[in-house]
């Protein structure tokens, strides 16, 4: 065991936490005053529902002994077995803390598909979905990957969760939108964001927390964090600068919400890449990411789809490009050295995810549907989620 | 002249200002209200103590025009801001004893 | 009693505030509005979607005053809150039926 | 008809509102305003710069009802936001012309 | 000394550092619009008085050598000897480096009570009470508990603070209610939170910086660092899904502020045991923890006390909760592993720090009330304390 | 390399990146509504555009090999041969992570004087601004201080930015305010902050990044990153009190905008002491920091200068004393310990880092103004920048 990566891993879990807050602010600014606590508190509450069942059959399912390249065993339920002694993955930090930080991204998976059905899911629904999703998606997924699954025996390179988070979520998001429907309103009235400093406030926790993200995925403080950590933040800058220039081009302004977008697409993209590729390589990742993303959104509006805040435009998409880019890249063994494999692995990897996570995540909406439904009443869509959910108002006097 | 007062949904504005710049009404006033009516309230819980919120947030809308002018607001408001159900709002009208613009002191109808 | 009601510029509250205050008139309601007039507006853009924001922050200042005092105030008003460009702002006279002091229960002019 | 337009302090709202709603008056609109009257103000400072800053928080509840109704009102208001402190507030009473549900069309005190 | 636990030393002590302003903005998103920046500025200035306290003679109190088990000697005044030598209770981090970390400790304890006697307090008077306060209740009791005083001697366990922090604010907090009496037009009229986002961001920093709270007092970046740190973020999570649940089903919604609350009142919970319990125990202390604290403050409502912001409720009973359950749950020496002594040890250590902190805090306020008052006239509490103590006012255009 | 070290120096790195949006709350807070939108997208904007920078030239400009002790070659052009072995400056942690970490601080240094210009510049020309000031401002004064130029061969002491940063950025404000001239209404009427809590939010986030800051530039976590973080706490703490005590005095309450300031002043003027000096020097640094900045805003208001939000009073002034102080107290070299040498290096990189910028900045605004022009029109400045610039409103229903 060794101290100093003890305690990079423990900060980068902490710092992996604050992202779902964070995400709360960004989706939270974005949504009319009237729904700003519905999608806070979805976030929120993820933290508690995802927080206990990966200690109890989450982490066991994504990382116990490994069941034809498939699942995990429930030898490790309710954290069986799972003590202070060297993590099996990770040999220089105690298991529990493996099993903590990777806790975090099973927290913060299922809380990015809420911006797709912002303003018009039921809580109760919404309780029994993650439930569900964060066990028959999230914990498979993250075992064919990172568990010793088949995705991994295959050699498919994901860095930090290119297809483990944001493929899976940004494609469940997109099947939400088409079982529940647009908002009230939609396409009628405009629905402008109420709150674009929180907006902000929610980017800069996110970009924050990233660097615990993928340079914490690299599970020690070594040279491989390092290179993840300023991959990270360079795709970041690149990110933002594109979407800004299009989005002035486009509309005749540079817009602040277009920059903190570009910001998240390029930081979507170097996710599965962060360890594997240079910096220089970061700067096309990103760059790519902001003009790949930002026209996937205007596929979307084109298709009047209403995935409210974009979440398969930048998270879907943006996973999409940065696995594909890992192919390209990743030092060594992308295809830039020559080599196609690792590409065509990239490809089954995400083609793998997307079929994956559509199909399981239709079976589940369909299931909670015919039980209990998923959307809210119109009235209650039209008074707002905060009030007739939750009967709180966000700003008062 | 006359004051016309409309309380609206806040969805609503949007419709509501284009059409009204069509017909030519620029001249607008609007502010952010909370306001109750047959609309059914809710009740807001604190810790254990619970509130009535029968207050629903709406949008009033205030225009001073030519007496001539007012059927035709009316009609454009009603159109362009009801939905048919409950909560859609009321259109007040008050008389206006006069109307300065301050910028150059004109003063009556011109200045509206 | 005549209510005046002045839209003007948030920046010149201060301003008129103080003259009010000077020339004797306390007692004032003030609130936040968006206006439109003659003043043009701009197009608010979202992910690919526009739009029109020609609504602009103003100030409502609201003084009931007796019928007497009337011309001196729009005068206070007019001095006190224009610049001379398009968007200072309108001044509406309405015509009050009755005051009353809710503490004390005074009515007509002495309530104000 | 006419308008009952009440400024009122914030807390009272509640107590307001409720003891309109036994009355049978539920049709109210309201508003955050600030305001001055005989209540004294406060400066604020930022940074050696000093601002008057007399305004304070107050609420604006506006209900248009039948002329038989007025002294019931005007007497439920001052009952149930007066607490005998300087800054209780003003009841102004405004002529209304007309009014109209926009769901429905109907007009005059059928509307309300 | 070694370079991981200085990193996570010092990260952790920046954490903890968080946490006060975390305070401030749950707090201040509880008040109506009118006193926000009253009771941020007092968890903001208890940063800068306590803060300089600590390094002149808190610390010395706190952690100087041991006089009669009641109080440290004052050798260490202004630092005098502190440097950069190892801790004398922590040998592989600097002593500097201890002292900063439990001075962010005794920043956030007096910061704590503010919730109680919100939107009443004159600000001097605060002044006078913190810097009374943190010498004569706070020193004192972490010197018993964690300074070698009786307590320690004892064996009374308390691994970050659950009897030091929050039963001695927790009570504090019950006294100021007494003294101050209840907030003008308490059970008159509502008093609704005036931002429910600011509150959730209080909690979420509050959780993050919790990991410095918890797993930092493991002074080092070593297994027990990563106990704590699990059991913490395990707490947290089932804290707050009961709260959720008994307001789900008393009020007929779940609210966010609860959802908020149960996840401190499990933090608190968690405290005291966080490096001495297995995670599974965690699980039923962050449970406990929001069913205990709920009733708490239904019976604090029957009794008509109001303490504004239930600091009694949430870190009072909360602490004892969690003292109490350490005497159940710890490892080894715990009821569970048929023990009986470490639980007699821990009922006394919570009488001790209730009764102590009770006296002391009624001798100061009366005290501070004799000399200059405690209250703000009625005139300014109706104005709001931000204008009529600050000049300020928190939102404008 | 060591793991500890590279943990340290990683999670500095992000704590540093964090202030950046830090500031921009902090700034935002403190303009008006219709303009909090256009400062917070001028520091979210130099993260981007200077990240993108420092990548590609910024960095070998200041830390490549040494160019007549004026600036640094062109070696490590976009990062070539920039990689995982140890910095030569710093060789316990990879290159690649000394970069990043002193990315950071050219990434806020542009951001500190957007303070001064706040609500009139245009967007466009900022962004040529930022580009050449980071290229021409930045890069050769830290080249000079930290990357082996002149003034670290004079033996100037700079420990964590002082000259390089603060300095450096508040005189450009300055010049910057003669420039662009006064916001339309400066002394008409009053321009009161819009939004207190996100200044606090700004502070706290400010106050918490500092630590990275500081202790992170002992790159590594060893004995000095402890003694500056605990410096830096301790001025904080210390600048806080005097400017609360001031305010109260001069205005009959005391403020939280004031304390907020100060706290802000003494964590500048420790900047450049932290690792140098004695915690008890960093009271007195602190202190004198809080009473010279408030000296000297009064002074600009008294001149009219319209420095806006006190970039020149706070950064430039605080700087200034901060590098004076660092003279006298620096432990062992200082005019304390009987040393006149110090203090008179001390005095040559403060004028010759106040020249250079004032000269620089001047004929880079001209250059741009020349081209461009800098300042919004007065219809866009009445209007507000968030619409006019950005065709967005910071809050919506
Ligand atoms: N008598 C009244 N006086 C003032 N405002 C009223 C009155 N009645 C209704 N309103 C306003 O009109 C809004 C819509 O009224 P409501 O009765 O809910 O709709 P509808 O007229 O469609 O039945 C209310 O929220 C309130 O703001
Ligand atoms: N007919 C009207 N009814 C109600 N409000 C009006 C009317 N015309 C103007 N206003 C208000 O007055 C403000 C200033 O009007 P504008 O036409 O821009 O200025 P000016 O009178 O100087 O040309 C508008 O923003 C709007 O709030
Ligand atoms: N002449 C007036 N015109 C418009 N509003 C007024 C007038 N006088 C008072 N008000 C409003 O009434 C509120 C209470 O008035 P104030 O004089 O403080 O109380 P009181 O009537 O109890 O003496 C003020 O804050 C202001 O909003």
Known sequence: M???DISWILISSALVMLMTPGLAFFYGGLVRRK??????????????????????????????????????????????DVGLEPAP?????????????????????????????A???????????????????????????????????????????GTVVHISAGMAALMTVFILGKRKGYGEYSMTPHNIPLIVLGTALLWFGWF??????????NETAVLAFVTTNTAAA?????????????????SLIGAATGAVAGLVAITPAAGFVTVQAALAIGFGASIICYAAIQLKNRFHLDDALDVWG?????????????????????????????????VVSVIATMTYSVVATWLILKAIDSIMGLRVSPEEEAIGLDISLHLEEAYAR | MMK????????????????????????MTVSEVKGRGRQKGYTLNFRGKSINVDLLPKLKVELTIDDSNINKLVDIIRKNSSTGEIGDGKIFLYPVADAIRIRTGERGPDAI
Do not use: C
């Open chain 1, 35 to 80: 729904n700003v606590l519905s999608i806070v508190m979805q976030s929120f509450i993820a933290m508690a529902v995802v927080g206990v069942i990966w200690v109890l059959w989450g982490y066991s399912l994504a990382f116990g002994s490994d069941i034809m390249g498939i699942i995990g065993g429930l030898e490790w339920f309710a954290l069986n």
């Open chain 1, 89 to 117: 993955l990770a040999p220089t930090i105690p298991h529990l803390a493996f099993m903590v930080y990777q806790g975090m991204f099973a927290i913060i998976t299922p809380a990015l598909i809420t911006g797709a059905f």
């Open chain 2, 4 to 27: 016309v007062e409309a309380i609206i949904r806040e969805e609503k504005l949007d419709n509501l200002k284009n059409a009204l710049a069509e017909a030519g009404f620029l001249g």
């Open chain 1, 238 to 254: 690149t990110g933002t600068l594109p979407w800004l220039m299009i989005d002035w081009s486009h509309k005749g302004t540079p």
């Open chain 1, 212 to 221: 615990g993200f993928n340079a914490g995925s690299a599970l020690g403080a």
């Open chain 1, 119 to 161: 303003d018009r899911m039921r809580f109760r629904s919404y309780l029994f979905f993650i439930v569900l999703w964060s066990t028959f998606v999230y914990s498979p997924i993250a075992h064919w990957v990172w568990g010793g699954g088949w995705l991994s025996s295959l050699g498919a390179l994901d860095f930090a969760g």
């Open chain 1, 2 to 4: 060794d101290s100093g």
């Open chain 1, 314 to 346: 930048v998270h879907g998409v943006g996973g999409i490009w940065g696995a594909i880019a890992t192919g390209i890249f990743a030092t060594g063994v992308g295809l830039i050295a020559g080599n196609l494999t690792q590409l065509s692995v990239q």
